[in-house]
Every structure is written in structure tokens, then in C-alpha cells.
């Protein structure tokens, strides 16, 4: 790999990002970290969020393994303000795998447990259930059945979906609506303070919003492709109008995928979240409160969805290019969308000098509150530690992939370098074997 990144210290960023050519806002004063932060009277205590990160650890019929549970645990433990809970499957068919979440009737007193249980630990910090349906990723028996919104040949190729396969049909995509509406019932039922119908990172809602060449009332236009996820947020803002409950969505703004393949994006690739910002403000207007920014997918593009040092391919940019991709961009859309809280990603990789990265964000305006994915994975006290002037670089994340390298073996995924519990999951699954990504 040409890049290589151990940055702990603000100078030490602040050189790199200039020799690579890029901006990233920093701060000395990490004061803004600790910032309260209240959406329609649901306060999070400070301005650090964990990220959605599936565990692949959950029981056959869809609740929180013991696996799951012990990782909520040190995250609830370690000191963020909100808690943005996994992939948890709307429908059987949806799931990504065995075992992905899937929130159901039979099952809502597990989450129930999982839920006060994080409550307990992190003082009443808000938890935000995240609603999907994988879509063309779906494995619910650990074997591809993919339920493909059109043919997309990029996404096709990468996942060997058939060219023959039919896409799902407009019956199918209605049905879903009532699917997302119960399972947001049984979130909040579990004592979830909110739902993230999720359209991010190409799932099935996120497909939707670049189907230009999709037949009927679900593709072509802006007003078709973005029909389910406009009248979901609706539907579950309505049906929520009078709770304390908020309605969020995690976003892909461009899946950096070149049109008419990808969501805000130009046919050379690069990003124009035109849409996405006019999408936003329509669901801002029917009740949506809360954005998680996230860009790409991680099926194609991953250095863009994640930015690495090591994975399954070398990366055309320096990492940290990606890294002020979102994090301007997340500027972008805050500026254009005023009053939407608005979750910045991709601070992982900043290792030691995330915590000014983060600061950086927050003092400028960029964001609202700075979400980790995987740091929350292998520093699980991150927060605290950033709050009390106490972050410690030689426990951060390190950008190696590992822990999706797991995820793609579809076993259970955690950070194998800095929790020893994974070490011996991660040399069975994937000792001496290829990098996936
Ligand atoms: C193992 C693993 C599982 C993930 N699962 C989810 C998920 O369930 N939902 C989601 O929106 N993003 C998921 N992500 C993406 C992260 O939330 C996050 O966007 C990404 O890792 C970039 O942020 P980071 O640099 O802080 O890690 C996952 C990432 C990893 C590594
Ligand atoms: S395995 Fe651990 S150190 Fe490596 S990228 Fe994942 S969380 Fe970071």
C-alpha cells in the first residue's frame, strides 16, 4: 500500500492533509466534544455518536446474541452521547445474513433488554434503531437471494447477480411500506428513542434512489425513485407525530457509482448531491429529524465508504482524501438543510488526531455531532477518553480491515486486533487466507 497513516498528534495531520492537497478542520480546544445536543427533546450529552456496525451476531429467529449484547455493553460503557444501533432487518427475506438482526413480534422483549441495558450504562443516552432491508445483498440462509431494485452491470458483475433474475416488483415495494411502519411500532415498543429508516451503502431503499432505469412507479424520476423512502419517513414521522421518538435516516448523499447507476452522482463519477439535498428537505418537511452522512458502498466502493490502509484493493486516492470527501460534504448538506441534525462519518482512520478532526468539525459548523464506526469497534471508551482529554492513540483503530474481512466470511465481526475475544474467531475465519473486502 502506497499510504500509510499514523498521525496522533493535530500538527502531524494538518501536514499530511496539506501534502496530500486536502482541508480537514481541526481544533486544539476539544471543549465542543462535550456539547449537549437536543432534537425535538431528545438530548444526546455530548456531541460524539457511535456508528451502525453489524455483528453478525444474532440469533436464528433475529434478536441480540450474546455476542451482540456484549458489544452494546462497551459501547453503552464507553461515554457517546448516542448510541446509531445496527442493520436490524425489517422482514425475513431482507436480512443480510443468519445472522443480522431482525426485529419481530416474537422478539421485541430481547431487544427490549438490549435496549434498557444501554440505558443503564450510558445514563439514558438516546439509541437509534437503524430499519433495512438488504436488497440485493439479502442472505437470509447465508446464501445469495438477491431482491434487486433493476440491474445495475457494475453491482451485477461485483455480486454475480444473473442478468436474468427479475427485479422485485412495485407489489413487492408497497408491501414494504406496512413492513418498515410495524417494525418502527416494535422499536419504539423496545424503548428505542428512534428509528433510522435506513438508506445508505446500496440496500434495497438505497438502490431505489438511483433506479433511472427502473419501469413504473418506483423508477425513472426523482419523485419514482424516491417514492419509498418519502413515503416511509412519512408514514413513521405521522405515525410518531405526538412521542418523543425520532425519525432519522442514514444516507448515502453519492454512492460515487457513475450515472444512471449511482445516487448523486455525475456519469465521470464524481459527487453532485443536488438531489440528495432537495430529497432531505422534503423529508425534513414530513417529519425526518436526524441524518447520518455516509457516502458509497461497501460492495464497490469502500475506500470511499471507509477510508483504509489495508483491504481487498489499493485505493485510487489517499485515504484521507475520502475523509474530507464526507466530512465536506456533510458540511455541504448542513449548510443547504438548516434545522436537520446532521451526523458526520469517516473520523475512524484519523486514528490519534481524530479527536481534533472531530473538534475541528464541530467548532466550524460542519456538523452537528461526529460519529465512529470502527473506532467504537476497537477503543469502545473513545468518547470518554476525547472528553476528558485522555485519548490514547496506541488503542485506536488502525484501518486494517480486519473486522470486515469477518464480516464478509459472514461470521461474526469485531475488532480482532484490540478485542482478544476476535483474535481466535478471526484465525479461523480468515488466517492465512485472501484479504476480502
Ligand atoms: C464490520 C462493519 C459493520 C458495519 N455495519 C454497518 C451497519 O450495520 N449499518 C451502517 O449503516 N453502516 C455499517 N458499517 C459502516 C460504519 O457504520 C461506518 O460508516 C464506516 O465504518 C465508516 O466509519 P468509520 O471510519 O468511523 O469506521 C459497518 C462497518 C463495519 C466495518
Ligand atoms: S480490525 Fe480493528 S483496527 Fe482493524 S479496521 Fe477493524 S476496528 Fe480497526
Redesign the pocket.
Known amino acids: 500500500m502506497p499510504y500509510k497513516f499514523t498521525c496522533a498528534t493535530k500538527e502531524a495531520l494538518e501536514r499530511t492533509a496539506a501534502e496530500v492537497g486536502v482541508g480537514i478542520a481541526v481544533s486544539d480546544d476539544i471543549s465542543p466534544l462535550a456539547r449537549p445536543v437536543t432534537v425535538r427533546g431528545v438530548t444526546a450529552k455530548n456531541s460524539l455518536a457511535v456508528h451502525p456496525m453489524e455483528g453478525f451476531d444474532g440469533d436464528g429467529d433475529g434478536a441480540p446474541g450474546e455476542l451482540t449484547h456484549r458489544r452494546y455493553e462497551r459501547f453503552a460503557s464507553g461515554g457517546a452521547g448516542l448510541f446509531w444501533f445496527e442493520a436490524t432487518a425489517v422482514c425475513r427475506e431482507g436480512r443480510s445474513s443468519a445472522h443480522q438482526l431482525w426485529i419481530n413480534d416474537g422478539n421485541v422483549d430481547e431487544y427490549k433488554r438490549t435496549v434498557e441495558m444501554m440505558h443503564s450504562l450510558s445514563d439514558g443516552a438516546p439509541v437509534i434503531c437503524q430499519l433495512t432491508h438488504s436488497g440485493r445483498f439479502s442472505k437470509p440462509d447465508n446464501v445469495p437471494e438477491p431482491l434487486i431494485a433493476y440491474h445495475n452491470p457494475l453491482l451485477n458483475e461485483r455480486m454475480t447477480v444473473d442478468a436474468s433474475r427479475p427485479v422485485v416488483t412495485d407489489d413487492y415495494l408497497d408491501a414494504l411500506h406496512d413492513k418498515y411502519l410495524h417494525a418502527a411500532k416494535l422499536a419504539k415498543e423496545a424503548g428505542f428513542d428512534g428509528v433510522d429508516i435506513k438508506s445508505c451503502h446500496r440496500y434495497l431503499m438505497s438502490e431505489l434512489l438511483s433506479a433511472y432505469t427502473r419501469d413504473g412507479k418506483y423508477g425513472g424520476s426523482f419523485e419514482n425513485r424516491t417514492r419509498l423512502l418519502r413515503e416511509v419517513v412519512k408514514d413513521v414521522a405521522d405515525a410518531f407525530a405526538d412521542d418523543k421518538f425520532l425519525v432519522c435516516t442514514r444516507m448515502s448523499v453519492s454512492d460515487c457509482i457513475p450515472y444512471p447507476y449511482g445516487f448523486c452522482t455525475r456519469e465521470d463519477g464524481s459527487v453532485d448531491i443536488s438531489e440528495a439535498i432537495e430529497l432531505l428537505s422534503i423529508l425534513q418537511k414530513s417529519g425526518l429529524s436526524v441524518l447520518n452522512v455516509s457516502m458509497g458502498t461497501p460492495y464497490y466502493n469502500p475506500h470511499v465508504n471507509r477510508p483504509y490502509d489495508s483491504g481487498g484493493y489499493e485505493p485510487p486516492e489517499h485515504p484521507l482524501a475520502g475523509v474530507a470527501r464526507m466530512i465536506d460534504t456533510a458540511a455541504e448538506i448542513k449548510s443547504a438543510v438548516p434545522g436537520l441534525c446532521v451526523i458526520g462519518t469517516g473520523y475512524?482512520y484519523l486514528r490519534g488526531s481524530a479527536m481534533y478532526a472531530a473538534a475541528g468539525t464541530l467548532v466550524s459548523g460542519k456538523a452537528d455531532m461526529v460519529g465512529f464506526g470502527?473506532m467504537a469497534?476497537?477503543y469502545p471508551d473513545f468518547a470518554r477518553d476525547m472528553i476528558a482529554g485522555e485519548f490514547d492513540s496506541k488503542k485506536t483503530?488502525?484501518?486494517?480491515?480486519?473486522?470486515?474481512q469477518l464480516m464478509r466470511r459472514i461470521t461474526t465481526a469485531g475488532?480482532?486486533?484490540?478485542d482478544r475475544i476476535y483474535t481466535p474467531i478471526y484465525m479461523e475465519a480468515c488466517g492465512g487466507k485472501e484479504n476480502l473486502f
Open positions: 475512524s470502527r469497534f476497537a483503530c488502525l484501518g486494517c480491515g480486519k473486522c470486515v475488532c480482532p486486533v484490540r
